[in-house]
């Protein structure tokens, strides 16, 4: 069975032509469409003033001037701005205490509560770093006004006595705080999973119409069809990292060949996998919910937004069985750390186990086909 035979066959099919060629590239275009400010500014947060005054006011000044929020509106109550909170009117709300400004003054630090919502998780931790920044900045004016007040004529010293300490925070390895780099980076490789998985199931499912697999069909007959689309999948994978870090000009400290060997690994992990799924079946639509039950969860458990280290068992034994977990971890320590290939590499050692899936599909072909 040719190379080009089997593609000209995939090209005829056009749920299978769609899934290689052009769905693929419309949902990650899409993704990067909605991720492509890159950087979160401006997010509406609203104001509970129970002091309602002067020093109150500057305090929401310091909030509004930073890049990150904006003060969108002014609620009488709690109950009013979390209301507006719910209604997706807000982001969150900040609830400034009555006798703020006596507190400041004698030095009790007043209550200032910052309510947002938690499940967005990157939203909220912009949110808490915007308004710890705004805090300190305005602790620094109040301390350093209150330096000066008692007589020292210096402003420099009024202000070292306010910040005995200063820091400097860099965030390493995305350096602009770039929120496209950080999750785009991750949601590809997990939307290409997903097309290997489905293309996969597809394909088989195409020789199934077509009558391919007859009574005496076996594994062996089986990887030759399964070759054919590995230059595909690998051909997708290479172009959405050169278009990430070559177009779109994020930073990359590895080697594009080391990617590309540990992708290729993953695409032949994902479509043993696949395979696996279909045969058990042998019905395209079963084998498709059992690829989506498992490939679902792909960007949750990577352990980029979330730390591994903080999920559950069943969560960790989940994440074992994605490939694109493993090659995730290799494609970090590639574009962020610059490690060696030895070490990347090592990363996709997990994956070795994958080898168990394509002795269980000598066994599982010919039974099922044979039925």
Known sequence: MGLFSEWRRAWQDKWLFASLTWAPILVVGLVWWIFSSSIARDLPVGIVDHESSAMSAEFVRFLDATDTLTV?????????AAKALRGGDIYAYVSIPLDFDRDVYLSNPPQVSVLYNSQFILVGKLINSAVLKATGTFDVMVETGKNLSKGNALTKSALGQAVSVQTQITPLFNLNSNYAQFLVSA??????????????????????????????????????????YVPIFLGLGVAFLLWMYGVLGWPMQGSFLVL????????????????????????PARAMSLAAALTA??????????????????????????????????Q???????????T????????????????LLYRVVPKKVAQ
């Open 344 to 359: 990347s590499i090592s990363h996709l050692t997990p994956m070795l186990a994958y080898l168990l899936v394509a002795v």
């Open 187 to 228: 949601i590809v490789p997990a939307i290409w999973q997903i097309t290997i998985f489905v293309s996969t199931i597809l394909a088989l499912g195409m020789h199934q119409r077509l009558g391919t697999f007859s009574r005496d069909f076996t594994a062996k007959q089986l990887f030759p069809i399964l070759a054919c």
């Open 72 to 80: 969108s509106g002014y609620y009488p109550s709690e109950q009013e």
């Open 260 to 283: 590309t060997l540990g992708q290729l690994i993953t695409v032949i992990a994902c479509m043993l996998v696949a395979a696996l799924f279909f045969f058990v079946t042998m019905d």
């Open 297 to 330: 969860p792909s960007f949750a458990f990577m352990g980029v937004t979330f730390p591994a280290t903080d999920m559950n068992h069943l969560a960790l034994i989940w994440r074992s069985l994605l490939p694109i977990s493993h090659y995730i971890e290799m």
């Open 332 to 342: 970090i320590s590639q574009v962020s750390y610059g490690a060696d290939a030895i």
